[in-house]
């Protein structure tokens, strides 16, 4: 075992990317593929991806299932699982769920920010929870063995694909908002019901997710990681998803913000003073130091077991249970 | 071995027909998924396949590989193999080549009577052969082990799709044109240069393509098959491409023919007098009728193991060898 997983990034791919994750010794990484994309254009996107493995195929490999995990780790390579940040990529067509599921995308957030066709998003005003197409897709998803990424969703919409959902969903990337206060970090509310569902939470780095921000510590970060396995339980449900946007231009996020939706812009977390990506925690700059995760975790007084467990084999086990079909 | 494939096939699909299928002791059938449809419009096709494969279990299975076959043939089940009569599936696009690859699509036309992006249709009056785009796409699918098609090509563009292709191409279902003369079958320059070239040459059912048109006999048909491996050297090259359409309305010629080309109607082999799909032969009207293929091969003077060739082994042999990525 021993894995070590991200639960979620977005970069602007490259080949020193692809040899940053080596460096950083990770086996695997849930990779965005798919924000406002409908069906189409994340087709473009996939022959994106298409290009690299035929390209670095000494440093990335597609994963379909955990196995492929298990055979990226022995050759020393990263395994890359396709996810979408909202369900854009399936249209108004839940028939694209399988197609989907036929390409490879194991991981799809119900919603991202606003009201979808599927759940309400964590900036909305009013919560209607999960919709009638909503509950339909998670059904599907639970036959075909994707993972229900509740990220972006807000309250009761999260906490009714929890119950909806007959498999244990994911938050792949968010932290406790009792440790800072932000629309994308969760209540205690749901952690419990995320924990006691079987359910994964992946820890964010995305500075607007962290106490202090881009000067929130590795200490404070995994100290916030001790005292959220205490809510929750143990530290079984417990990963890291980064959010990790490196290399990125400004001009993404304001993409991921505002999509094809709105003709103001929209700030989201950030501000019309600070409208771009925040500096990110010295820390953790690019996959290289997905490494210092370890120290901090250790400094904080966390076993060997217990490091391994959050850095990967938490995540493991959860793609490997998540991602076979349910006939 | 005694492999049962049939080459080409576009059926109004029903459990009915799948049935039949069973009791035809059909291995494997090439089925085509797109006529004109474009990527999305192929994506809905696929869908509909998706659906089939759900509810009809104990009957059909989507074959990626000829080990499929192997599978299907064990358990008493169907393989299907989807192919596309038309390069439009791909639009423009020669990324959406390996998307298909892994949606299932293996076998594919470059050209469709008409003239494409790739190549020229046997209908054309001028043979300008194969396109840039089109050796592009033939270095691509020799790449993914995608098989080429050329059933409804011109001369010059089949022969010269037979000289790019690194590996051997089929035309999955014609006649040979010193039997029946019809735009659609083929010159002896092509069946020496497909057979030289390990090709394979799928014998069409469809009346139009065959000699008395619905009153072909099925000695006739046999006697043709024998004539034609006296040409092309030995047996090894053939099969059967029955281009069965089980059970399609009349519209649905009509459709092929015409697609979204054309403002007045073409009635390609058949006439204003009679637009719609011709009478099949009395030995060959649905799945069940593979079997009289074997009786009527045996009076013809086949051995059982060229009978067995012919009617799957043949095929089988060819998906093998073809269907492998070439890196």
Redesign the interface.
Known sequence: MAYKIDGLQYANWSEKIFSQMQEGRLDCVHVTIAYHEN??ET??N??KW??WFEHFPDQIIQAHYAEDITLAKASGKTAIIFGFQTPAPIED?I??L??WH???MRIMQLTYNNQSLLATGCYETQDSGITRMGREVITEMNRLGLVIDMSHSSQQSTLQAIDYSSRPIAITHANPNFWHDAKRNKSETILKALASSGGMLGFSIYPHHLKDGSNCSLRQFCEMIAKTADIMGDISALGIGSDLCQDQPDSIVTWMRNGRWTKTTDYGEGSAELPGFPKQPNWFKDNTDFLNLETGLRNTGFSQTEIDAILGDNWFRFFKDSFGQNS
Do not use: C, T
Request: no cysteine; net charge neutral; proline share 0%.
């Open positions: 069906f189409r087709v473009l996939l022959e298409n290009s067509d028939g694209l399988k197609i036929q390409l490879g």
